[in-house]
């Protein structure tokens, strides 16, 4: 087995400065994962992911009033703050990759946005 990631994770209230000192904001993507809805537990899971989905990581729905409308489950903030590096990654830009997903990425004024 090798590894060929890792994740570090912070609470979601973590500072600037806290998620500084665990990867350097110079270097990392620190995000969240925001705005999750998941499918009504009635449809299959092949229906709530791939690349045309409504529903899940990468759907199309990232309001609450959609999300409602379509009968899922809405999730405002997934998890708390995460960033990770791929050490293997041949880019340097790919060491420190984010994810294409609908995330909250924001730093105002040394502060994390929520």
């Given amino acids: 087995m090798q590894a ?29 994962h925001v705005d999750f809805c998941g499918g009504p537990r009635s449809l299959p899971l092949e229906e709530q992911y791939g690349p045309h989905a409504q529903f899940g990581p990468q759907g199309s729905i990232h309001t609450e009033e959609a999300c409602k409308q379509a009968h899922g489950l809405w999730i405002p903030v997934v998890f708390g703050w995460m960033t990770h590096v791929y050490p293997n990654a041949k ?4 060491v420190w990759a984010g994810m294409d997903m609908h995330m909250d ?10």
């Fill in 4 to 32: 060929v990631g890792v994740m570090y994770t912070a609470p979601q209230g973590s500072t600037a400065e806290h998620l500084n000192s665990v990867a350097p904001l110079s270097i990392a993507t620190w995000h969240r």
């Fill in 91 to 94: 880019s340097p830009n790919d």
């Fill in 105 to 114: 990425a924001n730093i105002d004024d040394g502060e994390m946005k929520k």
